[in-house]
């Protein structure tokens, strides 16, 4: 599966509207981060070290909608924290859908197949997953910290892409990655059905 062609045409028709402005500079994707809580201590990531008061606040739907319109962009990242424990996220997914903009959710995939039973989303074109893993089973679970993490982001993956979802993953490789192992895992992850990597 690939990116859609609506996606690709979206893109080059908004660069082409900034060329044509004259304008030289101008944001593709943003990157909006509902809340900075996990539900994970990757060992990778400093947000978990916020203060309290910082780790309880986040956006409001509303003050997202905002954010991007304001912003104008075709693409809005949602990462975190972990997107999922915001509890509107539906609600702000289905409403950036709805103004036809292509949101990455941004997940550690842990609560994404209980989100999915739950319906909190819906199959679109402008709706993708796209997956944290680090590796292998045996590299992602010590990146992460937790044992299992690997296996319920498989289990997700797959009721994802069963679930007409377009699903992508994204991964860092630390110091010491093995190329033939990293190999290994891109093949099963083509092997699941996600988009890219």
């Known amino acids: 599966m690939a990116v859609p062609f609506s996606q690709m045409w979206t893109v080059a028709t908004y660069v082409m509207a900034q060329k044509l402005r004259g304008r030289e500079r101008y944001p593709l ?5 509902p809340l900075f809580r996990c539900n994970l201590a990757c060992a990778g990531c400093g947000k978990i070290q916020y203060p309290g008061h910082i780790l ?3 956006l409001t739907p509303e003050q ?6 304001e912003c104008g962009v075709p693409i809005v990242s ?3 924290g972990e997107p999922l424990l915001h509890p509107q996220i539906g609600e702000v997914v289905a409403g950036l859908v709805s103004m036809k903009k292509y ?6 995939a842990v609560l994404l197949e209980e989100k999915l039973a739950q319906g909190a989303f819906r199959p679109s074109k402008y709706l993708t997953f796209a997956v944290h893993l680090d590796g ?6 010590f990146a992460v910290s ?5 296996d319920q982001a498989v289990a997700a993956i797959k009721a994802a892409v069963a679930g007409g979802f377009r699903v992508t993953t994204n991964s860092t490789l630390f110091e010491g990655a093995e190329p033939e192992r990293f190999r290994r895992f891109c093949d099963e992850m083509m092997a699941l059905g996600v988009e890219g990597m």
């Not at 994707?29 to 981060?33: K, P, Y």
């Not at 997202?64 to 319109?69: D, I, M, N, W």
């Not at 937790?146 to 690997?150: D, K, V």
């Open 29 to 33: 994707v943003l990157m909006l981060e």
């Open 56 to 58: 309880r606040r986040q």
């Open 64 to 69: 997202c909608f905002a954010a991007v319109r």
């Open 78 to 80: 949602l990462p975190g």
């Open 103 to 108: 949101v990455y959710v941004c997940t550690n």
């Open 136 to 141: 292998l089973k045996e590299e992602h679970d």
């Open 146 to 150: 937790r044992e299992g993490t690997y």
